[in-house]
């Protein structure tokens, strides 16, 4: 009989200890101050013949440029897939 209580126990605190921190997680809120999730766009661009490529960030919720930068194509590496 005493295992058969010892052995209830164990599932029910086993159910306890997996369904509390899953219900937990998923109730959790992972919002951003503002709503600024997508507030920033990249924007890139390259000449081949001339070996560059520029790259510029967007501020969309003001509409201004963030950053500008011009590199040269050598300064990358090729990705292999």
Do not use: C
Request: hydrophobic share 35%; proline share 2%; no cysteine.
């Amino acid at each position: 009989m005493k295992t058969k209580d010892n052995l209830l126990k164990g599932i029910i605190i086993g159910i306890f200890v997996i369904v509390v921190p899953l219900i937990l997680m998923s109730t959790t809120n992972y919002t951003t101050v503002n709503g600024e999730v997508g507030r920033y766009q990249i924007s890139t661009s390259s000449t081949p013949a001339a070996n560059w490529s520029y790259e510029t960030i967007l501020d969309t919720k003001t509409g201004e440029v963030t950053s500008r930068k011009v590199f040269h194509i050598n300064n990358f590496q090729e990705i292999k897939k």
